[in-house]
């Protein structure tokens, strides 16, 4: 009996053993490790400088590090804090602007966008009365995306790029299709200047910034040249040489995205959206709003799944935001690219889960793959060579180009030469809804100066030019040769008087109008043009007004300005391809003048 009760307790004891084996708490394993290797495979196998990752779960971070260099020269490492520029991660942050105006009644998603900001003017009648505010947060205003305007043709007047609007053609009626458009998260911006009073850095800093204790956030790159950590910006020459990038300032773009931040902040931005739009348990969003903005309001395109990832699913915007469904997990993310910077802000409400990369590279696949790489891991799926994968597609993509050029044959016309000599392409051009380029000539070549670029136009047939980029350092590279073309036209009279340009992919192109260049001249030399002119019998007078602006009077005419841009030659400024020349004698006085006109040149004597 005794040997049964020992057995018995023995069993009891063992039995005891193994349910607390059982109870005692199983080591968490390490969901990041072995991560350090991969980020530090992905800046080597895509030439980056750096970047930086923070990855959220409900409301902590989890994970954050920097990797590679912030200066790639100097060797200096990129930290958590490290500032970046996030480019069109921005547009959440402004379109949340409009969400807590919509909370206090001060506008309607669903009201024309002209009742909150009536100098706004669209391209036609239509536009502008039916334009809401939903269609400019979900890009389904029916324009194309307009970019060159903004980008090409710098301004730091928000003012100016509204004007600009009025002439921008769209590609598509109004929600027919989804169409990316900075311009239309610029507006939103601006709505919210007119409603608080405020500038839209000052709304977003007070509203947003501050409860989130987004401290070293900024809105500017000249404010970030100053960060004792910020970032430089790099691109890549010839695929694998990494080069330093000028930061390009977009403050007038503002709206769509000139915020720059780092991981850590961003971290807290993110938390807030996981969390239904609180913050350590305070409201900074409203729920409705972010229920709304994460949720689909435009399908972006129609397509099925493909074979090689059958569990990445649908594409559609929100405000601010683009849904898609990742292997299951409904992923709500944005990208942004600005010079020499790209960056993902991605969440997945469902999971509680967020991420933020943030790189120095110019275009860069890098935020992807990282973000992607710490998503599986964060969702526990099975590993997938994101790296791998994506460079495969992309070394695909280049050969499948080269391939395409080798069997293109050129248009080009061989043994042809231009209409005219250089010197009279040379001018200011214009169009209303992207700005002035000038066309000049040095060293017998034509070249374009376009915002801040220099280029060197090489004639390819007839009245039509290659562009190439002119480095100020490295000179012309002519194996980088742009797509676009620049073609020369010319009036009845033969003058060159504008170019086409095809700026915009949608639509045909642009016609900028020229100008000729106005050159410098004082009040002394203009008095020299004053009196009275007969022609035909008409008076015709030049005169002088605000000490430095030359006019002529033809009876039953208005008043023309003329502008200088030859030795005793003017052009009218409002009449394209008219001008006066002013006949001078052996002494230098003016002795009459012609009426150059496409329809003829008419003489006048002075009196």
């Not at 939903?134 to 043709?153: E, K």
């Not at 209303?432 to 066309?439: D, N, R, S």
């Amino acid at each position: 009996m005794k040997k049964i009760m020992l057995a018995v307790m023995v069993m009891a004891i063992a039995f005891a053993a193994i349910a607390q084996k059982k109870t005692k708490p199983t080591p968490e394993i390490d969901r990041f490790a072995g991560l350090d290797t991969a980020f530090e495979r992905v800046l080597k196998e895509w030439y980056a400088a750096g970047f930086a990752v923070a990855v959220v779960e409900k409301d902590k971070v989890v994970y954050a590090k920097g990797f590679g260099f912030k200066d790639y020269d100097k060797k200096i490492p990129v930290t958590p804090n490290t500032l970046f520029a996030i480019g069109s991660c921005t547009k959440a942050f402004t379109s949340s602007m409009i969400g807590l105006l919509q909370k206090d009644g001060k506008v309607s998603l669903d009201k024309p966008v002209r009742n909150y900001l009536p100098d706004l003017k669209f391209y036609n009648d239509d536009m502008n009365a039916h334009i809401i505010l939903r269609d400019m947060m979900s890009h389904r205003t029916g324009l194309p995306r307009h970019d060159y305007s903004w980008y090409g043709f710098p301004t730091t007047s928000r003012d100016s790029l509204l004007k600009r609007i009025q002439f921008m053609e769209p590609s598509a009626g109004i929600r027919e299709r989804w169409q990316y458009n900075n311009f239309m998260f610029l507006l939103q911006g601006m709505i919210a200047e007119k409603i608080t009073g405020k500038k839209w850095e000052d709304n977003i800093r007070e509203n947003i910034f501050k409860p989130l204790g987004m401290t070293r956030t900024l809105f500017s790159v000249t404010d970030m040249a100053k960060s004792d950590d910020a970032s430089l910006g790099y691109g890549l020459k010839k695929d694998s040489i990494i080069k330093k990038l000028d930061y390009y300032n977009i403050d007038a773009m503002g709206p769509a995205g000139s915020i720059n931040s780092s991981v850590l902040e961003m971290a807290n931005w993110v938390t807030t959206w996981i969390n239904g739009g609180k913050f350590k348990g305070k409201e900074i969003l409203p729920a409705a709003y972010v229920t709304d903005a994460m949720s689909s309001q435009m399908v972006v395109g129609a397509a099925l799944p493909t074979k090689e990832k059958p569990d990445v699913q649908f594409a559609t915007y929100g405000f601010g935001w683009m849904m898609a469904s990742y292997k299951g997990h409904y992923r709500v993310e944005h990208g942004g690219n600005i010079d020499g910077f790209s960056a993902s802000t991605c969440f997945f409400p469902s999971d509680s889960v967020g991420i933020v990369v943030l790189s120095n590279q110019n275009g860069s696949s890098v935020p992807s793959i990282v973000r992607n790489l710490i998503a599986d891991r964060m969702l526990k799926l099975p590993y997938f060579d994101w790296s791998t994968d994506l460079k495969r597609a992309a070394d695909k993509a280049k050969i499948a180009t080269k391939e395409a050029e080798k069997t293109k044959s050129s248009s080009r016309k061989t043994d042809t030469k231009p209409s005219h000599p250089l010197k009279d392409y040379e001018g200011l051009y214009s169009h209303p809804a992207y700005g002035t380029l000038e066309i000049m000539v040095a060293n017998d070549s034509l070249f374009a100066k376009v915002g801040k670029d220099i280029l060197w136009l090489n004639h390819y047939h007839y009245d039509i030019f290659e562009p190439y980029d002119k480095d100020p350092v490295e000179g012309i590279d002519t194996a980088d040769k742009s797509p676009q073309r620049f073609q020369f036209q010319m009036n009845e009279a033969g003058d060159i008087n504008a170019l086409s340009l095809a700026l915009e992919a949608t639509l045909a192109p642009l016609k900028f109008a020229r100008a000729p260049k106005p050159k410098e001249i004082t009040k002394e030399e203009l008095q020299k043009y004053i009196g009275e002119y007969e022609l035909g019998g008409v008076i015709v007078k030049a005169y002088i007004k605000s000490d430095k602006t030359l006019f002529v009077m033809i009876p039953g005419q208005p008043e023309y300005e003329l502008v200088p841009i030859e030795k005793n030659k003017f052009s009218l400024k409002v009449l394209s391809s008219y001008s006066v020349l002013f006949d001078t004698d052996e002494k230098g006085e003016t002795t009459g003048l012609t009426f150059i006109q496409p329809n003829g040149n008419f003489k006048a004597k002075k009196k």
